[in-house]
T-cell receptor
Framework: DSGVTQTPKHLITATGQRVTLRCSPR?????VYWYQQSLDQGLQFLIQ???????AKGNILERFSAQQFPDLHSELNLSSLELGDSALYFC????????????FGPGTRLLVL | EDQVTQSPEALRLQEGESSSLNCSYT??????LFWYRQDPGKGPEFLFT???AGEEKEKERLKATLTKKESFLHITAPKPEDSATYLC????????????FGQGTTLQVKP
């Protein structure tokens, strides 16, 4: 158990819909990262928050957004969903914002039908 | 652009047959190289962090080494429970701790 929690574990929805994925980092960690894993792309960095502020963006679509709350948990919002958004979404956390080991949560499996 | 390439893509071993997985990387200012193990449908499980060339770390049957261009994950006398996908990732010198991952090596160990 990494100490990072994610909900829900599974999500099945239809194209055009909007969903919210939730992540709670390990106790004491200030950074939260979101990654997407699909069969053909591997693990891809989406976005990072550090202590409530957006730190970096990767290959994140404009339809996707995220935020980190004062209690440091984070939410990833996916809207206008397309079939190609079906993937595993992982949250990871670390103590610092620019270096150090990241610990991953169990992931949310999203299926868009 | 930071890049990570892992080889082989897949590896089949007999129980007890030692081997090595390769991770070649290109990064501007390496802050860290990470090895993770991932079981199907699960989150990556942290194994090792290496920071500088020449560094080595060991854990049970696994040993990770680092040079200026690549890292190796050596598996000694593997067991069936070592079967998993092994992921390599790098963290470069930027204002973010984001990880750049390789595609992984899927290891199958047969009894």
């Amino acid at each position: 158990d990494s100490g990072v929690t994610q909900t829900p574990k599974h999500l099945i929805t239809a194209t055009g819909q909007r969903v919210t994925l939730r992540c709670s980092p390990r106790s004491g960690d200030l950074s939260v990262y979101w990654y997407q894993q699909s069969l053909d792309q591997g693990l891809q960095f989406l976005i990072q928050y550090y202590n409530g502020e957006e730190r970096a963006k990767g290959n994140i679509l404009e339809r996707f957004s995220a935020q980190q709350f004062p209690d440091l948990h984070s939410e990833l919002n996916l809207s206008s969903l397309e079939l190609g958004d079906s993937a595993l979404y992982f949250c990871a956390s670390s103590v610092a914002g620019t270096r150090g080991t990241q610990y991953f949560g169990p992931g949310t499996r999203l299926l868009v039908l | 652009e930071d890049q990570v390439t892992q080889s082989p893509e897949a590896l089949r071993l007999q129980e007890g047959e030692s081997s090595s997985l390769n991770c070649s990387y290109t990064v501007s200012g390496l802050r860290g190289l990470f090895w993770y193990r991932q079981d199907p449908g699960k989150g990556p499980e942290f194994l090792f962090t290496l920071y500088s060339a020449g560094e080595e770390k060991e854990k049970e049957r696994l040993k990770a080494t680092l040079t200026k261009k690549e890292s190796f994950l050596h598996i000694t006398a593997p067991k069936p429970e070592d079967s998993a996908t092994y992921l390599c990732a790098v963290q470069g010198s930027s204002n973010t701790g984001k990880l750049i991952f390789g595609q992984g090596t899927t290891l199958q160990v047969k009894p």
